[in-house]
């Protein structure tokens, strides 16, 4: 269904209802319509009142337009900035605490391999430690059971 298609028939269906309404609305009985006008006027009253109300706070921003100092100004856009800053560094502080922190379990790896000293130099050496997990690692306790039943 196209636009105009849609438009007239939500058209159409609004003519219909409103005939249906007008010619209900001609045989309600007295006091349904005394409430429906009482209805009525407090609603338009209450529309007047908002009406007023948003009006009053209307003119003050509006007559305070491009005069004095905006609220907030510059410092409520550091305030995000800043909190975005420290995020960042905090993240990048968290990376280098995790690099750091690898290396030295890689550091104290080597310390506790026995490996011949001409083996760091050599070229595979970092393949050999990517290779080298957790459980092939000796226990710091066990290093030393197996020097002391030497």
């Known amino acids: 269904m196209s636009q105009p298609d849609k438009t007239t028939a939500a058209d159409r269906l609004g003519k219909d209802l409103g005939r249906l309404l007008a010619t209900r609305a001609e045989q309600l009985e007295p006091s349904i319509e005394e409430r429906l006008a ?7 009253q209450a529309a007047a009142d908002a009406r007023l109300v948003s009006e009053a706070a209307l003119v003050p921003a509006v007559a305070g337009a491009g005069r004095g100092k905006r609220q907030g100004g510059r410092w409520s856009l550091l ?3 800043g909190v975005l800053l ?6 990048a502080h968290s990376q280098w605490m995790q690099e750091t922190l690898g290396l030295a379990d890689r550091d104290a790896a080597v310390l506790r391999d026995r490996l011949p000293p001409n083996a760091y130099g050599d070229p595979g050496f970092n393949e050999y430690l990517d290779e080298k997990t957790e ?16």
């Open 38 to 44: 009482t209805a009525r006027k407090t609603a338009l």
């Open 79 to 81: 305030l995000p900035a």
């Open 135 to 150: 459980d092939e690692l000796p226990k710091p306790d066990e290093e030393e059971e197996g020097a002391e039943g030497r």
């Open 86 to 91: 420290a995020g960042l560094l905090a993240l």
